[in-house]
């Protein structure tokens, strides 16, 4: 892998500074080998894509993935048909620049072959469907597991703020009761007891009533986070189906 990292510092331009999603294909060294290989643009989590990468070619492909180090993984004796009539091994490398996590697929025929545009026109085609339908699952679970986890802050302070909401309207219609029972009690000592549980009330509905706003704040901003991250969303969608329309 010290290869690969030397020809990272070389190609950190051209992979890391765009803000976009791409597909590229180019060469990086898999130890002292040259390999050709699609190159992507990754979501933040090396656990979550490798996690959204193993469930990708299990449910699609029935294909199980092998961990060689921290930075590269493979898929041993590939049987896909529509990919190449030959086996072959595919191999995924995790790259980390100043500026974007990128990953890196090679499908290698032989130790020192692997499938590019010139010579595996076709294959090379379908190759780039594959890792482009990956992208495309990779982000929709990303961003739903990130839309999920917010729903579920939302419903609770939208629970909390209609649970207070709800304690105000009851101790109002307590002190209501109160004003009516003040107004016909005639025992002064009564009526004073009185007057001190509305007054312990009030202060209540007072309290609550100074927390609804930093109540309702959260669930604005937590609505807004929600609706970013799907604008997000369908614009990596939009991104990855241009993608695909190219190949």
């Known amino acids: 892998m010290k290869y690969l990292i030397v020809l990272l510092v070389l190609f950190l331009p051209k992979w890391g500074n765009s803000q976009h999603l791409f597909l590229i294909e180019d060469e990086v060294m898999d130890d002292d080998t040259k390999v ?13 894509v490798m996690d959204n990468f193993k ?12 961990k060689e180090n921290n930075n590269t993984y493979m898929i041993e004796a590939v049987n896909l048909p529509q990919l190449s009539i030959k086996r072959g091994d595919m191999k995924i490398y995790l790259i980390q620049t100043d500026s974007a996590k990128i990953l890196a697929f090679s499908f290698r025929l032989g130790y020192d072959i692997s499938i590019n545009s010139e010579e595996y026109p076709e294959e090379m085609t379908e190759f780039k469907k594959l890792v482009l339908d990956y992208m495309g699952y990779n982000y929709h679970e990303h961003y739903m597991a990130k839309i999920d986890e917010k729903s579920k802050l939302l419903d609770k ?3 909390e703020l209609r649970q207070n909401e709800d304690k105000i309207g009851s101790l109002q219609k307590k002190v209501g009761s109160l004003d009516k029972k003040y107004q016909k009690e005639t025992d002064e000592s009564k009526k004073t007891d009185i007057t001190s549980d509305k007054n312990s009330l009030e202060n209540e509905i007072g309290m609550l009533t100074n927390q609804l706003p930093a109540l309702r704040e959260s669930v604005s901003e937590q609505e807004e986070v929600i609706s970013e991250l799907k604008e997000e969303m369908n614009n990596y969608h ?3 189906m241009s993608l695909q329309s190219s190949v």
């Open 238 to 240: 939009q991104e990855i």
């Open 157 to 159: 302070s939208v629970k």
């Open 55 to 66: 469930d990708f070619v299990k449910d699609k492909h029935d294909l199980k993935v092998k």
């Open 36 to 48: 050709n290989a699609l190159i992507i643009r990754s979501t933040d989590d090396f656990d979550e």
